[in-house]
C-alpha cells in the first residue's frame, strides 16, 4: 500500500491499480469514458482529467486512468483547472454528438448526461453543422450501432480483445470520420456481444431486443441470479410496470461474473415473461385437462398420493435450496429416497462464463442429499412406477413432453411446474412460481450461493412451492400415523 | 341552565304572506334588470391562451404524426400518474414514436407540467375543458381523442414561449 493524499486527505492507495480507482474507492468523484475497471486502461478519451503534484514539480493535468499510484502524489480532483480541463473535454465530445436524448434508449443511464450536467458544460459554442453518420447500423443480431453517438472511448474494442480475446471490433476512418466497424461488415459473432451495450457509456451500442421498449427510469431494477447455467451470474432482472421483464443485465460480482453475461442468458427473459402459464391447478381425466383452483389441486393430490404411497419422486435442478429442503422433508414423509434429475447440457461452454451444464442448482441440492438421476433412468423408472410426483421449474421440459405422452395411461402423474402438462394419463398439475417471481439461493458449480429474487408477481392462483408442499405433507400426515400404528 | 322561551307569533305572522309578498317582488323586479349569470352550457365559457384546460398532442406539418417521440418525460414529470406512454421504434427519420399513449382524464388535474417537461413541442395544454362520459374507461383518452393539427394549439404554443423563454427556444418538430 502507498500513502497518497486525496482532496487534502491522506489516503491508502494500491500501487498496482490506476489512479483513478484509488479516487472512487475514496468517495472523489472523478468521471470516466474509456476506462473500465476490467478492461485495459487506454487514456483516450481524456475526460478523468485530475491535478496532480508530485515531489518539486508544479501542479500539472494528468489523466487518472493511465496515471499509476506512487508514494507522497499530491491529487486534487476539484481544483477549477480540473473542472475546466474535464468542461473543455466534453465540450469537444459534445461537438458532434446529435444529442437526441429524448429518443435515444440511454437516457438515464448515460454517462455523457450525467457528467454534462456533472461538470457543467450546458451549451456548445461550435456553429458547424455536426457530423452525419449512420444511425442503425446492425452489427449482427444482438448489437445496434448508431455512428453519430458514438464517443470513440474504444471500451467495446477492448471488450472482444480483452475479455472474449477474439477481437471482432475495430476504429476505423480518421480525425471526426472515424467509427466502430467490424472487418468487411462481417457480424459480430459469439455468445458475449451483449456485453459491449451495457459498457458502452453512450447509446451508441445498443441491444436490438430493448431498443425503444421502455425509458430504463421506469425499470424496476431487482438483484437477482441468472439461472440458465450453473455458472449462476449475478444480474439484474428490470421489470417494467410489474409486468414484464424487459432486459437482464450482469451485476457485478468478484467471484462469479465480474462485469459480464452471456448472450444465451441475457436473453432468456422471454422464458420469464410466457403468457400461457398455469393458474392455480388442472385436473386431466380421461385426457381431458379441467382448470381448478389450487386447493382443489393439492386435495386431489393428498387422495393419489393415499392410494400410492410408493410414488416415485423426482426434482428439477431450479428449485432452490429452500425449496430442495421442503421436497427433502416431503420425500422423507413419502419415505421416497430424494432423486434429483440431471440438468441438460448445451454446448455454449467456454473458459469465460458459461458452464454448459444448462442449470443453476445441481450443486447445492445434491449437497442437500438428493441423488443425481440422468434422464434415460429417470424415464425408465417413470415407465414401471404407478404414480409420480415430478417437482420444480421446467421438470416436464427436461424429461421431454413426447417422451412423458408416451408413458402408460395407468400412470398417475403430480406435477408442479409453471405451465400444465398435455398427455393422456391421468395428472394433476399445480403451478408454481418462476424465476423471477420468487426468492431463495442457488449453489453455482464452485459453491458460491446466489440469490434470486421475486421481480414481478406470480400469475393470479399460485403459491409458492414451499408452501404446497408443505400443505400436502401436513395433509397426508394423520393418515401416515394411522399406517403407523 | 338558561331556559329560552319561543316567541308567539302574531296573527299576521302566522300568515306568512307579508313575507312570500315580499320576495315575490324582488323576483318580479330581477325580472327587468340585466343577467348576471351564464347560461352553460348554451353558453359557453370564453377561454384564451392563458386557459390551462386538458393536454392534447400535437401534429407535425405532415398531419399524419404525432411530434411525440415517447421519451417518456411528460410521463415522469406528471405528478397525478395520468399519462402511460409505450413506444414503439419508426421507419422514419425520427426513430421513435408512442404506439400507446393514454392520458387518465379522471386523473389529470390540469397542472400543465407534462406540457413544460415536454422537449418535443409535443404536449400542450388545450382550451377544452369539458369531461363528461357513462364509464371511466372512456375518460382515458388514447391518441385519437389526443392528437390535434398543431395550428388548433398555435395560441397556445405562441404564449408558451412567450412565457417561457427566459429558458427554453422552441425546438424543431420537423
Ligand atoms: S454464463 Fe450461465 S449463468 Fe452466466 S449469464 Fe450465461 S447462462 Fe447465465
Ligand atoms: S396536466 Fe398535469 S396531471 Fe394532467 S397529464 Fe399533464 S402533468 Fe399529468
Ligand atoms: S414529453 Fe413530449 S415527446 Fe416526451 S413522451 Fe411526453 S409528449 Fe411525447
Ligand atoms: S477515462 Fe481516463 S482517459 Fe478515458
Redesign the interface.
Known amino acids: 500500500m502507498t500513502r497518497i493524499t486525496i482532496n487534502g486527505k491522506e489516503v491508502e492507495a494500491d500501487p498496482k491499480k490506476p489512479l483513478i480507482t484509488a479516487c472512487h474507492e475514496h468517495a472523489a468523484q472523478v468521471p470516466m469514458y474509456c476506462y473500465h475497471p476490467g478492461l485495459t486502461p487506454v487514456g483516450s478519451c481524456r475526460i478523468c482529467q485530475v491535478e496532480l503534484q508530485q515531489g518539486e514539480i508544479p501542479p500539472r493535468i494528468v489523466v487518472a486512468c493511465r496515471t499509476p499510484v506512487a508514494e507522497g502524489m499530491v491529487v486534487n480532483t476539484e481544483t477549477p483547472q480540473a473542472h475546466d480541463a474535464r468542461r473543455q473535454c466534453l465540450e469537444f465530445l459534445l461537438k458532434n454528438h446529435p444529442l437526441d436524448c429524448p429518443i435515444c434508449d440511454k437516457a438515464g443511464e448515460c454517462d455523457l448526461q450525467d457528467y454534462s450536467f456533472s461538470e457543467g458544460q450546458a451549451e456548445g459554442r461550435s456553429v458547424e453543422p455536426r457530423r452525419k453518420l449512420e444511425k442503425r447500423k446492425n452489427l449482427g443480431d444482438v448489437i445496434v450501432l448508431d455512428q453519430e453517438r458514438c464517443i470513440l472511448c474504444s471500451r467495446c474494442v477492448r471488450f472482444f480483445e480483452d475479455v472474449t480475446k477474439k477481437p471482432q471490433l475495430t476504429v476505423s476512418g480518421l480525425g471526426s470520420r472515424s467509427v466502430i466497424s467490424t472487418f468487411m461488415d462481417r457480424p459480430l459473432t459469439g455468445n458475449y456481444q451483449g456485453n459491449v451495450a451495457d459498457i458502452c457509456p453512450v447509446g451508441a451500442l445498443t441491444l436490438s431486443g430493448f431498443r425503444f421498449q421502455a425509458r430504463v427510469w421506469n425499470l424496476d431494477k431487482h438483484l437477482s441470479t441468472c439461472g440458465e447455467c450453473s455458472r449462476g451470474c449475478s444480474i439484474t432482472v428490470e421489470v417494467l410496470r410489474r409486468k414484464e421483464v424487459k432486459r437482464l443485465r450482469p451485476h457485478f460480482n468478484e467471484e462469479v461474473n465480474k462485469w459480464w453475461m452471456c448472450d444465451h442468458g441475457r436473453f432468456s427473459y422471454a422464458r420469464l415473461n410466457a403468457e400461457d402459464r398455469l393458474q392455480g391447478a388442472t385436473l386431466h381425466q380421461d385426457g381431458v385437462p379441467h382448470p381448478v383452483d389450487r386447493e382443489t389441486g393439492i386435495a386431489a393430490v393428498v387422495d393419489m398420493l393415499r392410494v400410492h404411497s410408493g410414488a416415485y419422486i423426482l426434482i428439477s435442478p431450479w428449485m432452490t435450496v429452500e425449496e430442495g429442503e421442503q421436497a427433502l422433508a416431503f420425500c422423507h414423509a413419502l419415505a421416497s429416497p430424494p432423486r434429483l434429475l440431471a440438468p441438460p447440457t448445451n454446448d455454449l461452454k467456454d473458459d469465460l462464463l458459461h458452464t454448459g451444464e444448462a442449470a443453476p442448482n445441481r450443486r447445492g441440492l445434491e449437497g442437500q442429499g438428493f441423488q443425481t438421476q440422468s434422464r434415460d433412468d429417470a424415464l425408465s423408472a417413470l415407465a414401471a412406477a404407478e404414480c409420480a410426483v415430478l417437482i420444480g421449474e421446467r421438470i416436464t421440459e427436461i424429461l421431454g413432453v413426447e417422451a412423458l405422452a408416451e408413458l402408460s395411461n395407468s400412470i398417475r402423474l403430480i406435477i408442479f411446474d409453471t405451465h400444465a402438462l398435455q398427455v393422456s394419463a391421468t395428472n394433476v398439475c399445480i403451478g408454481i412460481p418462476n424465476a423471477a417471481e420468487r426468492t431463495g439461493t442457488w449453489i453455482n458449480v464452485d459453491g458460491h450461493a446466489g440469490r434470486i429474487a421475486a421481480a414481478k408477481p406470480a400469475p393470479p392462483g399460485v403459491a409458492s412451492l414451499t408452501r404446497s408442499l408443505e400443505e400436502i405433507r401436513a395433509a397426508l400426515a394423520p393418515v401416515a400415523g394411522e399406517v403407523g400404528s | 341552565m338558561v331556559i329560552i322561551k319561543r316567541k308567539e307569533l302574531s296573527f299576521i305572522e302566522k300568515l306568512y304572506l307579508p313575507q312570500i309578498f315580499q320576495a315575490l317582488s324582488h323576483s318580479f323586479r330581477a325580472m327587468f334588470q340585466p343577467r348576471i349569470t351564464r347560461q352553460y352550457p348554451e353558453e359557453p365559457l370564453p377561454t384564451n391562451e392563458v386557459t390551462r384546460g386538458q393536454p392534447r398532442l400535437t401534429l407535425l406539418e405532415d398531419g399524419e404524426h404525432l411530434a411525440c417521440?415517447?421519451?417518456?418525460?411528460c410521463?415522469?414529470a406528471c405528478p397525478a400518474y395520468a399519462i402511460t406512454i409505450d413506444?414503439?421504434?419508426t421507419e422514419r427519420f425520427?426513430?421513435?414514436e408512442p404506439e400507446r399513449f393514454e392520458i387518465d382524464m379522471l386523473r389529470c388535474i390540469l397542472c400543465g407540467f407534462c406540457e413544460e417537461a415536454c422537449?418535443?413541442d409535443a404536449i400542450f395544454m388545450s382550451d377544452e375543458l369539458e369531461l363528461a362520459d357513462f364509464s371511466r374507461a372512456a375518460l382515458v383518452y388514447d391518441i385519437d381523442k389526443l392528437k390535434r393539427p398543431r395550428e388548433e394549439l398555435q395560441g397556445r404554443i405562441d404564449y408558451f414561449y412567450q412565457v417561457n423563454d427566459r429558458w427554453r427556444t422552441p425546438s424543431s418538430t420537423s
Open positions: 417521440v415517447s421519451c417518456g418525460l410521463e415522469a413506444g414503439h421504434e425520427i426513430e421513435r422537449p418535443k
